[in-house]
Antibody
């Protein structure tokens, strides 16, 4: 059974940093397209970052240069390193897999506020 | 990459059918078969309902169906039930090898 469990969210001041984790089971993260998707309070879904099976990455323009997606094959875990955080980055962050996003974690809330 | 266009809200009575549209461009919806639909209840994670335009994952009711014509994809829910009341989002693969979502549609079952 595929399972994704996000962690690492919390309250951070503007300009701060945070690292999110997504522990995966039931499949191999390094063989999959893995995504971070976020949802600001009361808003819709927004694609944030993507890591390809080959290791290449891509990020939405809104986070490019500030966020970095990565993975650890030894622990089958996906990460999102977030820096220079802004108030508008406040959201629930979900990890998911493949372009059809067939499985989702429960999400982790990131609040950027002074 | 601009968001795909969905109606903000739709409604229907129990037993009726409704359709939610998702309009993009030839660089996303119109150019690829990788269009998906998600259902999200308040406070919950999204759930995949349709993938690759018209395929249902195991366990999803056959009351949910998907289609595409040109740059517009559609999700149809037949035999509306109270538990179908939720937000629905579409997504598509893009020519940039990334993903784009629709703005979401709130379905109200009257």
């Amino acid at each position: 059974e595929v399972q994704l469990v996000e962690s690492g969210g919390g309250l951070v001041q503007p300009g701060g940093s945070l690292r999110l984790s997504c522990a995966a089971s039931g499949f191999t993260v390094s063989s999959s397209y893995m995504f971070w998707v976020r949802q600001a309070p009361g808003k819709g879904l927004e694609w944030v970052s993507l890591i390809y099976p080959g290791g290449g990455t891509d990020h939405a323009d809104s986070v490019k240069g500030r966020f970095t997606i990565s993975r650890d094959s030894s622990t089958n875990t996906l990460y999102l390193q977030m820096s220079s955080l802004r108030v508008e980055d406040t959201a629930v962050y979900y990890c998911s897999r493949e372009f059809y996003l067939d499985s989702w974690g429960q999400g982790t809330l990131v609040t950027v506020s002074s | 990459q601009s968001a795909l266009t969905q109606p903000a809200s739709v409604s229907g009575s129990p037993g009726q059918s409704i359709t939610i549209s998702c309009t993009g461009t030839s660089s996303d919806v119109g150019g690829y078969k990788y269009v998906s639909w998600y259902q999200q209840h308040p406070g919950k994670a999204p759930k995949l309902m349709i993938y690759e335009v018209s395929n249902r994952p195991s366990g999803v009711s056959n009351r949910f169906s998907g289609s595409k014509s040109g740059n517009t994809a559609s999700l149809t829910i037949s035999g509306l039930q109270a538990e179908d009341e939720a937000d629905y989002y579409c997504s598509s693969y893009t020519s940039s090898s990334t993903l784009v979502f629709g703005g979401g549609t709130k379905l109200t079952v009257l």
